[in-house]
Every structure is written in C-alpha cells, then in structure tokens.
C-alpha cells in the first residue's frame, strides 16, 4: 500500500491517490477545464502533504482539506490569515471554480452567491448608538 493510499483512504477518495494527493489533484483539475487557481502548495512531510492543499493568490489563500468519514473537501478562504469564509464542497472541480473566480477577483459576497456551499464568516459589527 502506498503512503498516499495510506493517508487519504482508498475507499474515499481513489482519484486523489491516483494523483499523489490533493495538491496534485487540483492542479490536473484546474488544467483540465483552464482554470487559473494560482500557485498551489502542500506540506512537505507527513499525512497532510497528501490531504491538504493551499491555493494562493494575491486575493489571499484557499485551504483546502479532505473530510476523514465521509468524502467532501473542507475549503477555508483566508485573508491575511483570517477566515473570511468557508464551506464544505462534494465535488473538486467545485473547488477548483470558486478559487479561478477568487483570484479573478470576485468579492465575497459574489463567492457565496455563485457557490453556496461557501459561507462568509466575517460579521461586520452594527454600529454603536451613541448616548447623549
């Protein structure tokens, strides 16, 4: 059995240990339907270099992560390392889109509507009435 078998679970994700990993998954994803996901990275050692990847862009940072009991990609969208959103997507090449249309530079608002399994976590504080 090979370490990204190993570490992503045959049953669970076959494509992605036939690619090595998710890293290399999304790469072949996004070059198959021209997409632009930027510059993608993964761990150097351990578990994670085959479960996790990051998506980067001058927009800001796309985690991507694998669910252990049930197959979905776990995607955080961070902005100087805050999470801005995040959401759980079924299907790879759905991650794949909304990092192209985040790094084309769709705002957050246009993310959650195109692609609703992403979610804004930001809240913007109402204002404070101020007492005479």
Do not use: N
């Amino acid at each position: 059995m090979s370490d990204a078998s190993t570490a992503l679970g045959v049953r669970l994700y076959p494509d992605l240990v036939e690619r090595d990993g998710l890293a290399p998954a999304l790469i072949e994803t996004a070059t198959t339907h021209q997409l632009d996901i930027g510059r993608v990275t993964a761990p150097d050692q351990g578990r994670a270099r085959f479960t996790c990847a990051e998506l980067h862009s001058d927009m800001g940072v796309v985690c991507v992560g694998l669910g252990s009991q049930a197959r979905y990609f776990m995607v955080d969208l961070r902005i100087d390392d805050e999470v801005q959103a995040r959401g759980d997507a079924m299907d790879l090449l759905q991650v794949a889109q909304m990092a192209a249309a985040w790094r084309a530079g769709a705002t957050l608002a246009e993310l959650t509507a195109r692609f609703p399994f992403m979610e804004a976590t930001k809240r913007h504080a109402a204002p404070v009435a101020q007492v005479s």
